[in-house]
């Protein structure tokens, strides 16, 4: 596709899911690069190049967004929230996890901008051939903005 | 689930991309692949208006949307549907042959759900329309109703 490299942000608190989309993520495309955030808050800074990512080369511009809905401190649909009500960040596509198959929290991504939701599943195999999925259709059928 | 019984529509002005596009959509599955071919036709569909005023059947559950159509073009019927509280948690997938970096940036902004570029390959343009099927239709998910108390 000659686009260089792609930058995938991860937002998810729990350890466990983040290091399995990790271990997905590698073992598939290495053409992008993953940067894992734990919580809303951070995402944010990430996102706004604020604290810790006050320096943009430590926090470029992801092409899409992972986000998990149960977050703490500022939770993933108010993530979700923000960056589809800021002008220079609405356009990067975001896909939001959800641990179970819940109506309202899904209506709910979709109503706030979510360009897709996709559930977690419990098995470990599963969950890791989902997030490839995920991975696959977004790199490569899916064209992404430009960072 | 109601993956099974999904309906697509498939919004088409090409005769050769739309037939192509439907039987690569109705592999292996049972859902149903609505073919409109203007965005006229789609916006009549949608809001069950015109010659699909007495349509009673559910919304579909994933519009595949090409951008350069007669009448009403793509933008305007993504448009439609992003502001209507009804239709708006519709995935739409843009179909464009244009990988031009503005063109995709502005579909995103406009609140399409994703956007591909049709492949000029036979075997390619097939397989894109198959990737696009297995993604949303087995592995993403839609609300049954959009409307919700919440904001």
Redesign the interface.
């Known amino acids: 596709m000659g686009q260089s490299r792609m930058n995938i942000l991860l937002i998810e608190d729990n350890p466990d899911h983040a290091e399995l989309t990790l271990k997905a993520l590698e073992n598939g495309d290495l053409t992008s690069r993953i940067h894992w955030v734990k919580d809303g808050e951070e995402a944010l800074d990430f996102l706004h190049h604020r604290g810790r990512f006050a320096d943009p080369t430590a926090a470029p511009r992801p092409c899409l967004i992972l986000l998990d809905f149960k977050l703490p401190k500022v939770d993933g649909h108010e993530v979700l929230q923000e960056i589809k009500g800021d002008r220079t960040l609405r356009s990067i596509p975001v896909v939001m996890l959800t641990n179970a198959d819940r109506g309202e929290e899904i209506a709910a991504s979709y109503r706030a901008g979510a360009n897709s939701v996709v559930t977690k599943p419990i098995g470990f195999p599963e969950f890791v051939e989902r997030i490839r999925t995920v991975e696959g259709y977004w790199l490569r059928t899916s064209r992404l903005p430009e960072a | ?1 109601n993956s099974t019984a999904m309906d697509i529509l498939l919004v088409e002005d090409n005769p050769d991309h739309a037939e192509l596009t439907r039987s690569a959509l109705k592999k292996g599955g049972t859902h149903r692949v609505v073919w409109v071919k203007d965005g006229q036709e789609a916006l009549d569909f949608l809001h069950r208006q015109g010659p699909w005023a007495s349509h009673t059947g559910e919304s579909p559950s994933v519009i595949l949307l090409d951008i350069g159509l007669p009448k009403v073009n793509g933008h305007e019927v993504l448009g439609s549907v992003k502001s209507n509280e009804r239709l ?2 519709i ?1 739409v ?1 843009m179909l464009s042959t244009s ?1 031009d ?1 503005d063109d ?2 502005r579909c ?2 406009a ?1 399409a ?5 049709k492949a000029l390959d036979f075997a390619d343009f097939v397989g ?1 329309v198959k ?2 099927k ?2 949303w239709v087995n ?10 108390a ?2």
């Open positions: 689930m708006r948690c995935p997938i990988g970096p995709v940036a995103y902004e609140g759900n994703s956007y591909v570029i894109r990737a696009i297995d993604y592995t993403n998910v839609v609300p049954e109703a959009c409307e919700g919440s904001a």
